[in-house]
């Protein structure tokens, strides 16, 4: 199954080209630097820069694959959630050259995407446990089979992302903030700084990470005395760790799931990778991440998730732009 894959969600413009589970090429073309000056994406500039960037990518796409659109079996597109504007240009792109080719256009929930993405380079048998850590959400679903999820968590506020994002400007680190705190806070102390684990009273699961922002900004306007910035990094890093492996940990436990697929930019930070791993060798549960260049926003996940779905017999979803999609409903044991 040869799908050309379309992802223009937020603010990376993507093409790829899937063959099964194979990726034959995965083109970002990334506009950090476009919004970098605001400190935070743009959406009427990033839905115009998609329109200027994304022939480009599907042509180069194409041509890394060495494919053409007689070899391909359909046209897989994110279409929500995300951005409508941007989301509006992957979607009417797909459909014009759905016309124009004859090719089925397949629409996909972007975190669907990055819930299958582990899936890429690695094995992990059903059910497992799926946390999305990424600039839009923070959630744990019980992954039954391709198609079939419940969200066993959710954040009450922030995404893990977003704390990322918000504590690195508060720290003057720049845009986008993540990648920028992982590096900072790679020869950092830790336990420099207290940072408090957020917990939401009466859902046992939920993240909070608003609390956490607000005591790093605390701590930066009303305290005198401050630790270097490679330890407030690593331990503000760390708070946000601590929360997401303890609560993937318990949930694995009460679902008696011992397997978890880690997904989405967060994904990246190789603090969050190594506690994983640790806690996963210590309690003798499998751990998959995809590799660094799948854990942020890219086509190629979005192909590989519309060909398992096409494997199954799955219908696509509607081809109209949603900024909010849920993937799944709530698992009620949890
Ligand atoms: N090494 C890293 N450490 C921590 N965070 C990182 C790292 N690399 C990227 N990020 C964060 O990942 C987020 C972007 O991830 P992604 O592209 O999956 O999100 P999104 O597509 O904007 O949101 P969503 O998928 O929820 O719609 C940003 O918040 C960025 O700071
Ligand atoms: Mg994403």
């Not at 899937?18 to 970002?28: I, K, M, P, T």
């Not at 920028?180 to 699961?205: C, H, I, K, S």
Request: glycine share 10%.
């Amino acid at each position: 199954m040869r799908i050309l894959g379309i992802e223009t969600s937020c603010d990376d413009t993507s093409a790829a080209v899937v063959d099964g589970r194979e990726v034959l090429s995965s083109v970002v073309s990334s506009q950090d630097a476009l919004h970098a000056v605001y400190g935070g994406v743009v959406p009427e500039l990033a839905a115009r820069r998609h329109l200027e960037s994304i022939q480009a990518a599907i042509g180069l796409a194409m041509k890394r694959a060495c494919a053409d659109f007689d070899s391909l079996d359909a046209i897989a597109v994110t279409r929500g959630p995300g951005l409508v504007g941007s989301l509006l240009i992957g979607l009417s792109v797909a459909q014009g050259l759905g016309m124009r080719t004859g090719l089925p256009v397949y629409g996909v929930n972007h975190l669907e995407g990055h819930v299958l993405s582990p899936l890429i380079e690695s094995e992990l048998a059903l059910p497992f446990l799926a946390m999305i850590v990424s600039g839009g959400h923070t959630a744990v679903y019980l992954v039954e089979d391709v198609g079939s999820y419940k969200e066993a968590a959710s954040t009450r506020d922030d995404s893990a992302g977003e704390a990322f994002d918000k504590g690195a400007k508060m720290l003057g680190l720049g845009y986008p903030g993540g990648r920028l705190m992982d590096e900072t806070a790679r020869d950092g102390n830790r336990a420099a700084v207290v940072f408090p684990r957020g917990r939401v009273r009466a859902e046992r699961f939920a993240f909070t990470f608003s609390g956490l922002k607000t005591s790093l900004w605390d701590y930066l306007n009303k305290q005198q005395e401050h630790a270097s910035l490679e330890d407030i990094c690593a331990s503000f890093q760390e708070a946000i760790v601590d929360v997401l492996v303890s609560r993937a940990g318990e949930l694995m436990t009460v679902c008696g799931v011992p397997r978890l697929a880690v997904a989405g930019g967060v994904s990246a930070n190789s603090r969050l990778r190594g506690a994983v791993a640790e806690y996963g060798a210590a309690n003798g549960c499998e751990i998959v991440f995809p590799p660094l260049r799948y854990c942020t926003d890219n086509a190629a996940m979005i192909a590989h998730a519309a060909a398992l779905r096409m494997e199954r017999g799955l219908p696509g979803d509607p081809l109209h732009a949603v900024s909010r999609l849920p993937l799944g409903p709530r698992l009620q044991a949890a």
